[in-house]
């Protein structure tokens, strides 16, 4: 700052100098590039309670459920506590990898781990879950839920539970093979329908993303329509593994060929 002598200079910077005035109501003010790394999330309960399910695996998974939960939740600590946290305050395509983590990553492992024991109807799970997809991204929604610490959780504990929810039904023992892999292609082609809607949309949306995506080169449209891209493409991916996983279960007998 002009006028400020040299011995200030080397004085060390609080955090909240390097972020963008928005009002965050959790993962913290929008950071600037620059300050991004730095951006890790220490909330204490959240520690807590990723640390009380990390011993719960530990302690009472089985081998075969170990690996599944504890992927799941390495997927929740990039989610919530890594910098991504807080660059999905500055750009609304780090909330799409945000929530495709949660829904088409953390949620089908999870379920991998947890399948049902019985067959399950998955049209009510797929339809529930693709309902709060939407509703969340909905922008007078999405923006209250960044205005309040309950609704963001109740954002994200409704997208990992609905997600789980459905993918439970999908993994469940008695589960058809072609009803299963049907109804992971609906789960595809909502999510696809979503990110076009979002890239092809002809104006933000989004308000509180209209001036943070400026500082990383971005103008609000693109940081939709990149959103959008990684909805409709990249997320594929998981969803498409899942399939591939589920053929594989059939092909070894975990999957009747047909609906009893």
């Known amino acids: 700052m002009a006028g400020e002598g040299p011995a200030l200079r080397p004085r060390a910077q609080p955090w909240w100098r390097g972020t963008i005035s928005l009002a965050v109501a959790y993962c913290g003010p929008a950071p600037v590039p620059a ?13 807590a309670v990723l640390g009380a399910l990390a011993l719960l695996v530990a302690s009472r998974a089985t081998p075969h459920q170990r690996l599944p939960l504890g992927a799941a ?12 946290c807080a660059l999905s305050s500055a750009l609304f395509s780090a909330r799409a990898v945000h929530h495709v983590l949660l829904v088409a990553v953390a949620a089908p492992l999870a379920a991998a781990a947890l399948p049902a024991a019985r067959a399950q109807g998955a049209a009510l799970p797929f339809a529930l879950a693709t309902a709060t997809l939407w509703l969340w991204h909905a922008p007078q929604l999405y923006t209250a839920a960044l205005q309040s610490v309950g609704l963001y959780w109740l954002m994200q504990l409704s997208l990992l539970g609905t997600a789980f929810w459905f993918w439970r039904a999908v993994f469940s023992a008695g589960a058809s093979l072609p009803m299963a892999l049907f109804t992971v292609a609906a789960a595809i082609g909502q999510m696809g ?5 979002l890239t092809f949309a002809p104006a933000p949306l989004y308000p509180h993303h209209f001036a943070a995506p400026l500082a990383y080169g971005l103008s609000p449209l693109q940081d939709q329509q990149l959103a959008g891209l990684i909805m409709w493409v990249p997320a594929m991916l998981p969803y498409t593994i899942a399939a591939a996983w589920i053929a594989r279960r059939a092909w070894k007998g975990g999957f009747p060929a047909a609906a009893r």
């Open 35 to 47: 300050a991004l790394l730095a951006r890790w999330n220490d909330d204490p309960w959240l520690i």
């Open 193 to 197: 329908l979503l990110g076009a809607l």
């Open 73 to 84: 939740l390495a997927v929740l600590v990039v989610a919530f506590v890594s910098p991504l």
